[in-house]
C-alpha cells in the first residue's frame, strides 16, 4: 500500500507533457482538479554524492513552498501550491496561463523600435516594488533573473501582473547582507543577459530604493558585495 | 600566415608559446613551487620568473625552430594577475618587441584562457566555465563580450583548494590541487561541508573558514581520514560548479559547456560536469594540463585572434593591471 502510494506521482508524470529540463528541475504541463497545472519534480542528480543529493533536493523543495505560501501571505503574486509530494519531491503549482517571461519581454521590447523606454521603464520599476515588498517579509529570493519573473497578460490591475517563480534556492533571513547580495546576483543576471541595460538596472534600485523601508542597508551591502566583487579578479 | 609568441606569467607559473595559424609550435613552461604549508609571494614569484624566463625563450623558439624574424607580433599578459610577476614579464615582452621590430599586444589573461580552449577542442559557441587559483566565473559569449553570467562573490575555486592543502600540509609539487585530486580518489567517507550557491554565484569562504576550523580536529580524533577530508571537499566544491554551469545553460538555452582554467584539469570536475551534460543531452568539452594550466600559447592564441582583427599595444600603453575584467574585452574577432 505505501509503495503504491511512493509510486503514484512518478506514474502520472510518466503520461504528461515536460515541458523544459532546467537546472533545479524537470517541468511538466498538466491538469490537477480540473485546473491547469505546473508539476516541477526535482529528479536525483546523479553528478553529486547522494547525501548531498537527498539533502539539497529535500531543503529546496521545502524552501520553495514555504517562500511562495510566504510572499502570496503578503500579497506578492506567486504561483498557487496546488499539492507537494516530499516522496518523490514534486511540487504542483498553478500554471500561470498566457505568461512570458520578463527576459524574454525585454529581449523583444528592444528589438522593436517604437516607444520601449516608457515601456520597459515601467517594468522596472514594478520590479523593485516587487523586489522591495518580498525583502520587507524576509524572502531572499536566492535566484532573481529575468527569466524567473512571468508577466501576466490580460485585463487585471498592472498591481497582479508580475508573478515571481523559482524559490528553489530562497530563503528567510533579515540580514542586509542577504538581500543585498540577492539584489546583486539581479543586477549581474540582468546587465550579462540583456546588454545595453544599466540605466534601467539604476532606475530598478531607484524604485527599490523608495518603495522599501530597510532599503538603504541593503543599498549599502550591494555597494560592499559589489566592491568585493572586485578584488575578484585580482589572480589569474 | 600569422605567428605570434604569447608570454604568460600573471602568477607562479612562465610560459612562453608560439602559434602559427592554429597550430601549437612550441609551449614550454616552469613552475615556481614553495614547500607544504606556504603559497607563493608575489616578489619571490618575480624573482622566479627573471631567473628562467630567457631559458623559457631561447626553449621556445628552439622548439618551434624559428628565428625572431619569423614572428609577427609579440602578445603578453596585461592583466589581471599578481602585480610583481606580470610586470617582469611585460618587461621582458616590450625588450624583444623592440629589438626584433616587431608589434606588442596586451591580453586579457581569461580571454587566453577562453581562446585556447576553443582552439583545441572546436568548441564552437559553449557556456564556459573559469576555474582557477584566481578565478571562478561562468561565461557566455553575446554581442562582442564574454559575458560573466556566475562568478565567485568571494575567493576562487582553486584558492580554496590551494588554501585547503596548506592547512593539512599537503605538497605543492607538482600542484596542491593535483594532490588533492590524488588523494580524493582514496577518500570514501562523505564529510559534511557547507554549500553555498546563490543563483548563478557561488561563495567558497565559508567552506575554507569550517574546513580550516574542523579539519585538524577531526583528524586527530580519528573521525575521518585527510584523503576522506579532500574527498568530501571536491564533492562538495565541484557540485556547486556543475550546478552554477547548469543553471547558467538553462537561462541562455545553451548546449555546449567548455571547462578552462588550473582547476579545469581536474578529471573528476570532468567527469561530474560530463554526467550533468549526458542528463540534459549537451556536450562536453575540456583539455588537459597542458593548455588548463596557465601557458605561453593562450596569450599566443588570443594575440593571434586580437591582431588579426587589427589590434596592436602602443609601447607607451603597454602597462599591466592587477584588475581586468573579463567582460572589459570588446571582442573585435567575434560575430
Known sequence: MAQEKNMAVPQLLSNVELVKQGAEARVYRTEFLGKPTIVKERFPKRYRHPVLDQKLTHRRTVQEVRSILRCRRAGISAPVVYFVDYMSHCIFLEEVVGSLTVCDHIASTQQSESCQDQELEWLAQRVGQILAKMHDEDVIHGDLTTSNMLLRRGPEDPESNLVLIDFGLSYISALPEDKGVDLYVLEKAFLSTHPNTEALFEKLLKSYTASSKKSSAVIKKLDEVRLRGRKRSMVG | ?335
Open chain 2, 1 to 335: 600566415m600569422t605567428v605570434v609568441i604569447g608570454f604568460e606569467g600573471s602568477a607562479n607559473k612562465i610560459g612562453i608559446g608560439i602559434i602559427r595559424d592554429g597550430e601549437v609550435l612550441s609551449n614550454p613552461r616552469r613552475t615556481y613551487i614553495t614547500p607544504p604549508g606556504q603559497g607563493f609571494m608575489p616578489s619571490d614569484t618575480a624573482r622566479h620568473h627573471r631567473a628562467v624566463i630567457l631559458t623559457v625563450l631561447k626553449e621556445a623558439l628552439e622548439q618551434a625552430g624559428l628565428k625572431p624574424a619569423d614572428i609577427d607580433c609579440v602578445a603578453y599578459t596585461k592583466g589581471p594577475g599578481m602585480g610583481a610577476p606580470l610586470v617582469t614579464v611585460a618587461l621582458v615582452a616590450r625588450t624583444v618587441s623592440q629589438l626584433w621590430g616587431k608589434p606588442l599586444l596586451g591580453v586579457n589573461h581569461c580571454i587566453g584562457h577562453i581562446e585556447m580552449g576553443r582552439l583545441i577542442t572546436k568548441a564552437n559557441n559553449p557556456t564556459v566555465l573559469y576555474v582557477s587559483g584566481g578565478n571562478t566565473q561562468v561565461i557566455a559569449y553575446s554581442e562582442r563580450r564574454y559575458r560573466i553570467f556566475g562568478e565567485t562573490i568571494d575567493i576562487a575555486v582553486g584558492n580554496c583548494l590551494d588554501r585547503f592543502a596548506r592547512v593539512i600540509k599537503i605538497s605543492n609539487d607538482p600542484s596542491p590541487g593535483y594532490n588533492i585530486e590524488q588523494m580524493a580518489k582514496k577518500g570514501s567517507q562523505y564529510v559534511e561541508l557547507p554549500y553555498t550557491v546563490k543563483g548563478m554565484d557561488v561563495s567558497f569562504s565559508g567552506i575554507l573558514s569550517y574546513i580550516e576550523e574542523a579539519a585538524h580536529k577531526m583528524l586527530s580524533s580519528g573521525q575521518c581520514t585527510a584523503e576522506d577530508l579532500c574527498f568530501s571537499l571536491q564533492e562538495t566544491v565541484f557540485s556547486m560548479l556543475v550546478e552554477i554551469t547548469e543553471r547558467a545553460m538553462a537561462h541562455c538555452g545553451s548546449q555546449e559547456v567548455l571547462i578552462v582554467g588550473g582547476v579545469g584539469c581536474n578529471l573528476r570536475l570532468q567527469e561530474m560536469m560530463g554526467v550533468m551534460c549526458k542528463e540534459r543531452g549537451a556536450k562536453l568539452f575540456a583539455t588537459d594540463e597542458r593548455f588548463c594550466i596557465d601557458n605561453g600559447a593562450m596569450i599566443a592564441q588570443a594575440g593571434w585572434e586580437m591582431f588579426r582583427s587589427g589590434q596592436v599595444t602602443e609601447l607607451e600603453d603597454s602597462w599591466i593591471t592587477q584588475r581586468y575584467r573579463t567582460d572589459e574585452v570588446q571582442v573585435t574577432w567575434r560575430d
